[in-house]
């Protein structure tokens, strides 16, 4: 039988073809380990929604019932007790469930960037801002915590909290029942922080995009928003919550990204286990 060296050459470069295409689809499929919810969330329409700045979207259609914004306090600073002293870490707001139960809400990024794997926490502590009164106290967490967003997607970040004992009943807001507010909409970002002397510090802004991963506001002015994490939107067509603050821009026109409300109500019905804050290990 005769060799054929051309029917060798071609299967040598059918082999280095199978051999590169094969190299191609393990790297192909080590990338997508570590980005499917990226081309999850580029592929589902409505999971993903990202910042948009300039010109607003026009008001929506509305057909939700018209409600008042609180006249008082919404958002709350939010403490840290350590076994080694207090301090000042974020903000937060308390939410009244359908059960009529009461939880804490605050961001999982405000406890890892206060220092939580070098320090022991003991509890967690809302005041009114520049009060030193305990409006109300956690030392549980209301279902497992959350972690430090990635990305866009806000959903990841949040910390639910059990009071330990009676809270100001007064202060808690109710979710809407949309989940979310709609582009177009107007709404009020309620400091955690207030204005430096103790008097709530509403800022109002415009629903640029909502999806179900995160809300983004474009506000109708610039101010530094270091300290508002975990601070409260609110609908000013409604009058509930829509939001929990997660993250800012530098520059203006000043874009924030939201947790929407769906979510964390959600996250708290489900909740199942209510670990001890010094327990707990990140």
Request: proline share 9%; hydrophobic share 45%.
């Amino acid at each position: 039988m005769r060799f054929n060296p051309k029917a060798g050459a071609h299967r040598r470069r059918a082999a280095r073809f199978l051999i590169a295409a094969l190299v191609l689809l393990i790297v192909c499929l080590v990338w997508l380990s570590y980005n499917l919810q990226a081309v999850v969330i580029a592929l589902v329409p409505g999971i993903a929604a990202e910042p948009t700045a300039g010109p607003t979207p026009p008001p929506p259609a509305l057909t939700a019932p018209r409600g008042e914004l609180p006249s008082g306090h919404a958002g709350l600073e939010e403490w840290a007790q350590y076994a080694d002293g207090a301090g000042a870490i974020g903000s937060g707001f308390l939410l009244r469930l359908e059960t009529g139960d009461l939880v804490g809400v605050t961001t999982a990024h405000s406890l890892y960037l206060s220092g939580w794997l070098g320090r022991r926490l003991e509890s967690l502590t809302f005041r009114l801002p520049q009060s030193s009164d305990d409006v109300a106290v956690f030392t549980r967490f209301h279902g497992a915590p959350g972690r430090v967003f990635t990305g866009h997607n806000f959903t990841l970040d949040y910390v639910l909290l059990s009071p330990d004992g009676p809270v100001e009943a007064a202060l808690a807001l109710t979710p809407d029942r949309r989940g979310a507010p709609e582009p177009g909409e107007r709404v009020v970002l309620y400091s955690g922080l207030g204005d430096g002397r103790g008097n709530p510090r509403p800022l109002t802004g415009t629903v640029t995009a909502a999806g179900e991963s995160a809300v983004w506001v474009q506000m109708d002015e610039f101010f530094e928003a270091g300290g508002m994490s975990g601070s409260p939107l609110l609908s000013a067509h409604t009058g509930r919550v829509v939001g929990m603050a997660i993250s800012a821009g530098h520059n203006a026109p000043l874009l924030v990204g939201f947790h929407p409300i769906g979510s964390l109500v959600t996250k708290a019905h489900q909740a199942e286990i209510f670990p001890s804050l010094d327990a707990y290990h990140p």
